[in-house]
């Protein structure tokens, strides 16, 4: 089995920072991309941003220039510096992440979550 654990979210007013993390756990051979996704409430989830086992990044328009996203791979970890913060960012966050445990068995597997708010 593997496991994402996700940590640092919190209430933060605007203009603020936070740092989310989100640590893998478990059967991993390696891990290839890894990524943090929201879901506002009332919302869709939505892509926030991925970085590729290579380090390569992409980010949704709306985070771009304020946040930042980066991975430790000896500890399979994923972080997100999130700064300049809005309240259109409160959203629960959600960090993923495409493992590999075998030549043949490659997963997609999702973190439980962490609350981001921002108040005004």
């Known amino acids: 089995q593997v496991q994402l654990v996700e940590s640092g979210g919190g209430l933060v007013q605007a203009g603020g920072s936070l740092r989310l993390s989100c640590a893998a756990s478990?059967?991993?051979?390696?891990?290839?991309?890894m990524g943090w996704s929201r879901q506002p409430p009332g919302k869709q989830r939505e892509l926030v941003a991925y970085?590729?086992?290579?380090?390569?990044?992409n980010y949704a328009t709306s985070v771009k220039g304020r946040f930042t996203i980066s991975r430790d791979n000896a500890k399979d970890t994923v972080y997100l510096e999130m700064n300049s913060l809005k309240p259109e960012d409160t959203a629960v966050y959600y960090c993923?992440?495409?493992?590999?445990?075998?030549?043949?068995?490659?997963?997609?597997?999702w973190g439980q979550g962490t609350q981001v708010t921002v108040s005004s």
């Open positions: 993923n992440a495409q493992v590999v445990r075998s030549s043949t068995r490659i997963g997609d597997y």
């Open positions: 478990g059967s991993i051979f390696s891990i290839n991309a």
């Open positions: 970085i590729t086992s290579g380090g390569n990044t």
